[in-house]
């Protein structure tokens, strides 16, 4: 009982010091911006410092206005979180019903502007430049594959890869409409097999700015993620393709390799505690990048990205939400299951953004910004409207239509 104590006051004197160091240093930056200010006022005629009081009056005004906002965000979040825990229901009161204050304050003028900027550039403690680390391209996925699994995709052509996904989405039951809307949003309509965001699909130009590949533009910790959930289903498979291909050929013996493969990337994932963070973070490491390699397999890549896509569908069967929109499926990705969920409920289909992202994630995704969920549902489903047209949605768009008539065909 006293160690529980003591252990019980010692955390609480570690809190209490974090908190008091927060302070200090949030403390040393007002006065170090205030000296900062006072310095630069000193340099200016008496036209410019009036201008210059005046924009910095309205942005601290503006900016206390910000940090009250999301102040009052964070606590109605809180506040419904209890009350899911409760089993509560949601209403309108629930939500912030405001958009974030706009900036109304005067601004500096040009040249004014740049004298300030290269004054605190002038100011500003110069830190070594630290190399920023490069996010894993198709190349580095398919190295740490090779190595860590002995695991080598097989690349089929694009239709026939689509074909494929098509086969598999009908199959579980998804439509067309649904899967090459979220297609045209996630790959501009344009996607390939190989794609990964931030690398034009054709001009193959850029530079990764995530680990998402394919269609459905899964993360890396997602294909962690799905595999230790359906890994052996998909080995399974993988046997049952290779009973029915031609004793003895190429194409059984390299199913049988790809299966055994598969086993040792499934038993790895599995052997990870399930939880999102401890996916993300072996997704990190040279192993989990190697198993993100199956995306690009024309036998796993559309069952892995599929079954991703019907997950969503069936945790919005559960709620009650039974047919299932393109935009409606790409807000659970974009906001997560659960959350996409929500913006769809009454009360919150009419709520803004804000109350649904963290701060730093609705000023990252232009999208959702000054938008409510119904506006933010309308502006998904107008991109991918737009996107639709371009080659890669129409040539899906094709196979899931021939395939839907060869189904009925054949009843």
């Known amino acids: 009982m006293l160690m529980q104590q003591f252990i019980f006051r010692a955390q609480g004197l570690a809190r209490a010091l974090l908190v008091?160091?927060?302070?200090?240093?949030?403390?040393?930056?007002?006065?170090?911006?205030?000296?900062?200010?006072?310095?630069?006022?000193a340099t200016l005629n008496a036209a410019d410092l009036k201008a210059f009081d005046d924009y910095i009056a309205a942005q601290i005004f503006h900016n206390a206005a910000l940090d009250a906002y999301w102040g009052h965000v964070k606590k109605k979040r809180s506040q419904r979180r209890s009350k899911k825990r409760r089993k509560k229901s949601l209403t309108r009161e629930d939500y912030v019903?405001?958009?974030?204050?706009?900036?109304?304050?005067?601004?500096?003028?040009?040249?004014?502007?740049?004298?300030?900027?290269?004054?605190?550039?002038?100011?500003?403690e110069k830190k070594p430049d630290r190399p920023r680390a490069e996010l894993p391209s198709v190349s580095d996925f398919l190295s740490s594959a090779r190595r860590h699994y002995g695991f080598v995709p097989e690349r089929v052509p694009e239709r026939v890869f689509k074909e494929r996904y098509a086969r598999e989405a009908l199959t579980l039951g998804l439509t067309g409409e649904q899967v090459v809307r979220v297609y045209a949003l996630e790959t501009s309509g344009l996607g390939t097999a190989d794609m990964q965001a931030g690398i034009h699909p054709i001009s193959k130009k850029g530079k990764p700015i995530s680990t998402a590949l394919g269609y459905a533009q899964l993360l890396a910790a997602n294909s962690i993620n799905e595999l230790s959930k359906h890994g052996r289903e998909f080995v399974a498979r993988l046997r049952v393709l290779a009973k029915s291909s031609v004793p003895g050929s190429a194409r059984q013996r390299g199913l049988l390799a790809k299966a055994a493969a598969l086993a040792r990337m499934t038993r790895k994932a599995r052997s990870i505690p399930h939880r999102w963070s401890r996916h993300v973070a072996f997704s990190k490491t040279s192993a989990g990048r190697g198993i993100h390699a199956i995306n690009l397999d024309g036998d796993i890549g559309?069952?892995?990205?599929?079954?991703?896509?019907?997950?969503?569908?069936?945790?919005?069967?559960?709620?009650?939400?039974?047919?299932?929109?393109?935009?409606?499926?790409?807000?659970?990705?974009?906001?997560?299951?659960?959350?996409?969920?929500?913006?769809?409920?009454?009360?919150?289909?009419?709520?803004?953004?804000?109350?649904?992202?963290?701060?730093?994630?609705?000023?990252?995704?232009?999208?959702?910004r000054g938008k409510s969920s119904s506006e933010l549902l309308a502006a998904l489903d107008e991109r991918m409207n737009e996107n639709l047209k371009n080659s890669g949605a129409v040539e899906f768009l094709e196979i899931f239509s021939r395939l839907k008539g060869d189904n009925r065909a054949a009843r």
């Open 20 to 41: 008091a160091a927060i302070i200090t240093v949030a403390m040393m930056g007002m006065v170090q911006a205030e000296s900062m200010r006072a310095a630069f006022r």
């Open 97 to 124: 019903q405001d958009q974030p204050p706009s900036y109304r304050g005067s601004s500096l003028s040009k040249s004014l502007a740049r004298r300030w900027w290269l004054f605190r550039e002038s100011r500003a």
């Open 302 to 368: 559309p069952w892995l990205q599929v079954i991703k896509l019907k997950g969503l569908k069936r945790m919005a069967q559960k709620a009650g939400y039974e047919r299932l929109k393109g935009a409606e499926i790409e807000l659970m990705n974009l906001a997560g299951p659960g959350t996409g969920l929500e913006m769809m409920t009454p009360a919150g289909r009419e709520a803004p953004t804000t109350n649904f992202f963290s701060r730093n994630a609705y000023y990252r995704n232009t999208i959702v």
